[in-house]
Nanobody, 118 residues
Framework: VQLVESGGGLVQPGGSLRLSCAAS????????MGWYRQAPGKERELVAA???????AYADSVKGRFTISRDNDKNTVYLQMNSLKPEDTAVYYC?????????????WGKGTLVTVSS
């Protein structure tokens, strides 16, 4: 099983980016999926999460600006990021709780860098 993120890059303040994360491999079921981020010198923090039923949760710092969604048929989770701020600059990591050959396991992507700067 692997998670592959895409969509990071450089964007100006106020701009938008859409991150994608696709899970692949011998997957029987996926429960929660989400996005975390880690800025330089800071701990990794939860940005947004979504259950397989569609319930969502957001960090207070991104509420109203970011939207998480998923396509269960494609085993893919998305993060639409609008009104980006310099403080959103970080490496964004995809996470999924997956039932595969080894049972239920937490899987992580390698991360994608988002830089918000003029």
């Amino acid at each position: 099983v692997q998670l592959v993120e895409s969509g990071g890059g450089l964007v100006q303040p106020g701009g938008s980016l859409r991150l994608s994360c696709a899970a692949s491999g011998s997957i029987f079921s996926i429960n929660a999926m989400g996005w975390y981020r880690q800025a330089p010198g800071k701990e990794r923090e939860l940005v947004a999460a979504i259950t397989n039923g569609g319930s969502t949760a957001y960090a207070d710092s991104v509420k109203g600006r970011f939207t998480i969604s998923r396509d269960n048929d494609k085993n893919t989770v998305y993060l639409q990021m609008n009104s980006l701020k310099p403080e959103d600059t970080a490496v964004y990591y995809c996470h999924a709780y997956i039932y595969a050959d080894s049972g239920w396991v937490d899987y992580w992507g390698k991360g994608t860098l988002v830089t918000v700067s003029s």
